[in-house]
């Protein structure tokens, strides 16, 4: 039997934290999040309706269905008040009392500001893992962009930034992908080349990997200082990008005490 997308990951999480200590209690935290974000999911598969989003040109240029997020948000806020860590605990119990206008006002805000997300809190972060599942629904309802060597550094689906980057079997080599940080939509991207300022010069093209994960990568670029991680599934065949990305702290660390600056938080808001 295939699992789908969320028990992937959440199998992935479970491998992860058995395998690296110093990742466990990320992955643990990662897996509840995903559990939550798996439900939310299906929600949306049974109670929602894509019509409005599917021709758009962006599928943010309509803006969230309001009336199916707030239907599920103060549930989503309980549950993560069970098992979160003490700063997202009360960032939850204040999104929680404050009211639906101001949950209005979160997740309008997560969802506009999508394209530049930089997490301003705890409180802040829990929007943008509220609507990601959303924007994932969304996307998997579009046709899918393979695009081309030449494409954006953003998501063809919703402009948002790359949160990781993927090298996937081809040929005797790699072919290098980027996926996106909020609909997790996927899209072919240049092998060499920077995706923060579009740097070519591979002598100005920093790479870096840990002895702990050398299948998983830091690309950084010493014109802009802004580095993306990419997984190597020519290395790893049992990685799942979106979940590598999170157990990888020590590339984390690397990058920031050579003053490299990453290039879309992720779903951690790390």
């Avoid at 700063?87 to 969802?111: M, N």
Wanted: proline share 6%.
């Amino acid at each position: 039997m295939i699992r789908n997308k969320w028990d992937q990951r959440i199998q992935r999480a479970d491998d992860l934290a058995a395998a690296h200590d110093f990742a466990a209690e990320v992955m643990h935290f990662y897996k509840r999040i995903a559990g939550l974000q798996k439900s939310l999911y299906s929600y949306f598969e049974t109670a929602g309706d894509r019509a409005a989003n599917k021709h758009a040109a962006n599928l943010r240029q309509v803006g969230p269905n309001l009336p199916l997020l707030l239907v599920k948000f103060p549930e989503f806020l309980l549950q993560v008040e069970t098992f979160a860590t003490q700063p997202f605990v009360e960032a939850a119990e204040r999104s929680r009392t404050d009211g639906e206008g101001r949950w209005r006002e979160a997740l309008g805000s997560a969802w506009q500001n999508a394209t530049d997300f930089t997490p301003a809190g705890a409180e802040a972060v829990l929007a943008w893992m509220f609507v990601q599942p959303y924007a994932e629904w969304l996307a998997d309802g579009r046709e899918r962009v393979t695009g081309g060597g030449g494409t954006p550094a953003i998501c063809p689906l919703c402009s948002s930034k790359p949160v990781v980057g993927v090298l996937r079997p081809e040929g005797d080599g790699g072919k290098r992908s980027l996926i996106c940080s909020l609909c997790s939509t996927e899209w072919q991207f240049g092998r060499i080349l920077c995706p923060a300022c579009g740097e070519e010069n591979v002598e100005k093209l920093a790479v870096y990997t840990a002895s702990q994960f050398p299948y998983v990568r830091v690309e950084a670029c010493d014109t802009c200082r802004r580095y993306i991680k990419t997984v190597d599934l020519t290395k790893n065949g049992n990685a799942v990008p979106l979940v590598d990305e999170l157990a990888t702290i020590p590339l984390n660390l690397w990058a920031k005490e050579h003053e490299y600056t990453k290039l879309q938080p992720n779903l951690l808001g790390l």
